[in-house]
């Protein structure tokens, strides 16, 4: 089941490939964008991670944490982080509770064990306001960003 917009995101706890604990609730008070890839070291999800590091700074500035989640395993995970020059948290979701939570095992995700690509926008309490889902992993980092920026100027006063 896909969760809903203007919902709660599903919350989660889980260890990133580098050790740190990766906790929804421990992100209250800030933005947070949570991208689900396929496949760790493929050139799409190479392209996608990449970007998402690019942008890392605009994020930060506008109160935003950065999350990867991919069905790979932890070691797995470290190898792409450590190829890419990755500082964001990766979650391995080897179990597939993450994935299926989200609602990222669709299609041929089913079949392969895969996540689906897609990124969520949760906002500081918790709720899930936008989700983007596209095969095409150039965009997912611009679309966070905009989606950001459009809700940060909303909440400018005057």
Request: hydrophobic share 40%.
């Amino acid at each position: 089941m896909k969760p809903a917009v203007h919902q709660p995101a599903p919350e989660f706890t889980r260890r990133s490939d580098d050790g740190r604990t990766v906790s929804l609730r421990g992100l209250r008070g800030q933005w947070v964008v949570l991208y689900f890839y396929p496949r760790a070291s493929s050139a799409g999800c190479t392209t996608e991670a990449r970007h998402f590091e690019a942008a890392l700074p605009e994020f930060e500035r506008l109160n935003a944490a950065v999350i990867g989640v991919s069905t790979d395993t932890e070691a797995h995970q470290a190898h792409f982080r450590d190829t890419c020059g990755l500082t964001h948290p990766l979650i391995p979701d080897g179990d597939r509770t993450l994935c299926r939570a989200y609602g990222v095992l669709g299609g041929l995700g089913v079949l392969t064990g895969r996540a689906a690509r897609a990124t969520f926008l949760i906002d500081p309490q918790g709720v899930l306001v936008h989700a983007h889902r596209s095969a095409n992993p150039q965009g997912h980092a611009a679309v966070m960003t905009q989606q950001l920026e459009r809700r940060a100027a909303a909440a400018r006063p005057g």
